[in-house]
């Protein structure tokens, strides 16, 4: 699970924007204000949550949330649950599956419960172009 969490901004803020670069699938880099990133191979989170939507296609699972969040009080739950309400899109809300994605950031980012520092202008990149088979011991 990939998690980039901003910072708070200023007072009375609980968050604030950093500008990130996103290209999905090697196609055409887009750049804006951003509150957040998710991204995992998982199929649903802890706690049965599962905040994705637009299901067809790879094998990474991302969701994107956009700066300033409009109504985000409503939205939350909708989000959580992968059911956004149809007004998200045009407020550039998004989610979707892809196989790679690499996004350029100036935030820390959380990978499997560990704080790392993006690289100062090269993108962090995620890849899911193999399975790979985890052993389970019963007993």
């Known amino acids: 699970i990939v998690e980039v ?3 708070p901004s200023w007072p009375g803020s609980a968050y604030r924007s950093d500008i990130m670069t996103i290209r999905r699938d090697g196609g055409e880099p887009r750049t804006g204000s951003r509150l957040g990133l998710i991204a995992t191979t998982l199929e649903r989170l802890a706690m049965g949550l599962n905040p994705f939507w637009n299901g067809a296609g ?9 700066f300033p969040p409009h109504r985000f009080g409503i939205a939350m739950v909708p ?3 992968g059911r956004p309400l149809a007004w998200m899109a045009g407020k550039d809300y998004e989610s979707g599956r892809v196989n790679e994605l690499a996004f350029t950031i100036d935030c820390p980012l959380v990978l499997d419960g ?5 690289p100062a202008g090269e993108p962090a990149i995620l890849r899911a172009d193999r399975e790979v088979d985890f052993v ?4």
């Open 79 to 81: 989000i959580l649950c």
């Open 114 to 118: 560990e704080m790392y520092a993006a």
């Open 58 to 66: 790879g094998r990474i699972r991302y969701t994107l949330l956009p």
């Open 5 to 7: 969490l901003l910072r």
């Open 136 to 139: 389970t011991i019963d007993g």
